[in-house]
């Protein structure tokens, strides 16, 4: 025997041209996350009319079925379903069994015809269906907060019925929008936009820049943490780790107190740059959000980003910190990131670090480097781990 589940798509639907291309990635990952969730299961997937519908065995429990379709990002709800012929009086009859059981006063009944040849318009079964369950159980009626709701989909060779709806996690399926580079710290901010990459379908790779042996290894611990946490969504990644303590060392000595911050992220947006060109990334992602720490106020942003011509993408531009941490909490993220670390960007931190700089005395500081000596340096140091 096997058991069904019905997943149903949002935004997908809205490509046209480009659906069957969204469709395909989505089937992908929908594979590829049951196979990581339920190894040695047979299982198969079928798309009809919009929808995907997976058969597995009896044997495995729907809570794993949930649990992996949960975590593919594109699906805006599934359900488990049973299948009938149909057969308007078999319908009428398999949605009574399925809810006889089941405990509540009111009720309303939905359904959608995929298969317009169904003798029933879609009100017409809902009116049916409603009348035996009013007749058989004595509930009652309310199509406007219902206790309970029996939902149908008429397809072409059969009728899939259901009451648990469960939500999807939304946007598009990952590597849809193609492959991006985060830069992943083991704070609370680079973790969430990677998330949020993740789920307007960014393929994320991460980059990581830690000042070992100046600093301890837990950074890099960390990060390794959170890119597991984070593949939930995506199945793998490879994660950079980039020795950064003698490009610092050469702008705390060569350069103004003020404009170090700035200056640690412009080396790391061309280092970031120049690792994504190589491996054919098309855009940088970062946890920065506007005016949260000194290095976020336009001015500052403006400054970092000149450093490179690839699209510097911001996720979470216009969240603040509360929000940040309750999709920390979300995600798993959380408890990771709370546990103290030594931050690249904190070491040999100004007094006073530049608020407003000014682009010019930013370009004028960077004469005193060897920015091309110091990128490439970095470049042979770089340690790539597959997560």
Do not use: W
Request: charged share 30%.
């Amino acid at each position: 025997m096997s058991k069904l589940f019905l997943c149903h798509y949002s935004e997908i639907g809205l490509k046209k041209g480009n659906r069957n291309y969204f469709e395909r990635v989505l089937e992908t990952n929908m594979r590829k996350s049951l196979a990581r969730e339920l190894p040695g299961s047979k299982f198969s997937i079928r798309k009809e009319h919009k929808r995907f519908l997976i058969k597995y065995d009896e044997t495995v429990p729907d809570e794993r079925v949930k649990s992996a379709l949960e975590k593919v990002f594109g699906l805006a709800n599934f359900s488990p379903v049973i299948a009938v012929e149909a057969d308007p009086e078999k319908i009428i009859q398999s949605a009574l069994n399925l809810i006889k059981d089941k405990t509540f006063t009111t009720f309303a009944v939905r359904s959608k015809r995929a298969d317009k040849s169904f003798p029933l318009t879609s009100q017409e079964l809902n009116v049916e269906v409603g009348a035996k369950i009013v007749e058989a159980l004595g509930k009652q009626v309310d199509l406007t907060r219902p206790e309970l709701t029996c939902h149908i989909e008429v397809m072409t060779d059969q009728a899939l019925i259901y009451i648990d709806r469960f939500k999807g996690a939304g946007g598009l399926p990952v590597s849809s929008s193609g492959k991006v580079l985060v830069l992943l710290s083991g704070g609370f901010d680079s973790p969430v936009a990677s998330y949020l990459a993740l789920k307007r379908g960014a393929k994320c790779s991460f980059i990581h820049f830690h000042s070992y042996p100046y600093t301890n290894k837990f950074s890099q611990e960390k990060v390794i943490e959170l890119a597991r946490v984070l593949n939930q969504f995506q199945f793998n990644a490879k994660l950079y780790m980039v020795p950064f303590a003698e490009t610092q060392e050469e702008i705390v000595f060569n350069c103004p107190d003020k404009l170090r911050v700035i200056l640690y992220r412009r080396f790391m947006m061309r280092i970031a740059e120049r690792l994504a060109k190589k491996e054919g990334l098309k855009a940088v992602i970062t946890g920065e959000a506007l005016g949260q720490v000194a290095s976020q106020t336009l001015e500052n942003l403006g400054a970092i980003e000149q450093a490179i011509t690839l699209p510097v993408l911001r996720p979470l531009i216009g969240l603040d910190k509360e929000e940040i941490i309750a999709i920390a909490r979300k995600i798993g993220t959380y408890e990771i990131s709370s546990k103290p670390h030594d931050d690249a960007c904190t070491r040999f931190m100004p007094r006073k670090p530049e608020t407003r700089a000014k682009l010019h005395e930013v370009l004028e500081a960077e004469k005193m480097l060897d920015v091309e000596g110091l990128v490439n340096k970095v470049m042979e140091k770089i340690e790539v781990l597959e997560i």
